[in-house]
């Protein structure tokens, strides 16, 4: 399968071109940026082509990765799945529901795959833990902090979108991956923006009875800065394990799930899909939060 990388960010730079590079059965084709000298260097740094053109690009592969804000990756996304490509997205799918839904749309006229890259969905600690506690009964709560320190430091991902969108798009989608498949979707949605900056606290009553509360936040200091989840039920107490390896080794994995997908047809769990179901529910929670500081 040929590949191609949309975006030439940070994100691009540090994790997906490093990603695509590595793997034996995906063949790193090329690059296409929104800067084209920005697409030049890294394209020549991992011996690809440059595209200017992005649907040229979408002719040459199999399938794109995205490194994009989200409502660029949107549009892009729904174009690429249109000219037959496989998609490797990022979290969140798109910033509006309108948009998620057209990516799935496109996704599913097209049979084309698609997964979207949750960070603990794809690294083998978390991702073991999240499948065990799925087959245990009896969840009472959860709770997930997700506190980053992306505006109190000096980081390369204090992007415009995130100044924007906040903690609830950025590390929301995070929190709520690792919290449905465990205690279901959601049928109810209550928030609020108490605190320093973008922080934001959700509650969520899950389907199967089971409640969750999110705190979120990318305005943390930086020595408290991290993420966590707790379950509490029938069977005790579980926690969340932290992950022993970066974001590299976890694309890889979420690479060779859309192989996978591709391959055999069958939906991953964390598809567009799911991605839209994440952002419908990071909508609503957003409407109450406007709510409140209206």
């Given amino acids: 399968m040929r590949i191609g990388l949309l975006g030439t960010g940070p994100w691009a730079q ?29 394209a020549e740094r991992h011996g690809v082509r440059a595209y200017d053109d992005v649907d040229e690009l979408f002719g040459d592969v199999d399938a794109v990765a995205v490194a994009l804000p989200p409502d660029v990756q949107a549009r892009l996304a729904a174009r690429a799945a249109r000219a037959g490509c496989h998609l490797l997205l990022d979290k969140p799918l798109a910033p509006a529901v309108e948009q998620g839904r057209a990516v799935v749309e496109a996704v599913e006229e097209a049979g084309v795959a698609s997964v979207v890259f949750f960070t603990a969905r794809f690294q083998l600690e978390p991702e073991a833990w999240i499948t065990e506690q799925a087959r245990v009964p009896g969840w009472f709560t959860g709770r997930a902090q997700w506190l980053g320190a992306v505006f109190t430091s000096e980081s390369p991902f204090a992007t415009p979108w995130r100044r924007e969108k906040g903690a609830l798009w950025d590390v929301g989608p995070h929190a709520l991956s690792v919290l449905l498949p465990v205690l279901g979707d ?81 939906p991953h769990p964390c598809d567009a899909r799911f991605g839209l179901r994440v952002t419908e529910i990071l909508d609503e929670a957003q409407g109450l939060l406007n709510g409140d500081s209206a």
């Avoid at 490093?18 to 995906?26: R, Y």
């Avoid at 199967?208 to 200091?221: E, I, M, V």
């Avoid at 969340?240 to 047809?265: F, I, K, M, Q, Y």
């Fill in 14 to 42: 540090m994790a997906h071109a490093p990603a695509l590079s590595g793997l034996e059965e995906l063949d790193f084709a090329g690059v296409w940026g929104r800067r084209p000298e920005a697409a030049k260097e890294l």
């Fill in 186 to 266: 959601v049928r109810r949605v209550t928030a609020a923006a108490y605190g320093p900056g973008d922080t934001a606290h959700v509650v969520l009553e899950h389907a199967d009875g089971a409640s969750s509360t999110l705190t979120l936040s990318l305005t943390a200091p930086p020595a408290a800065a991290g993420a966590a989840v707790e379950l509490r039920g029938d069977s005790g107490v579980a926690v969340l394990p932290e992950s022993t390896e970066g974001a590299v080794p976890a694309l890889r994995r979420a690479a060779n799930a859309l192989l996978t997908a591709a391959r055999d047809g069958r």
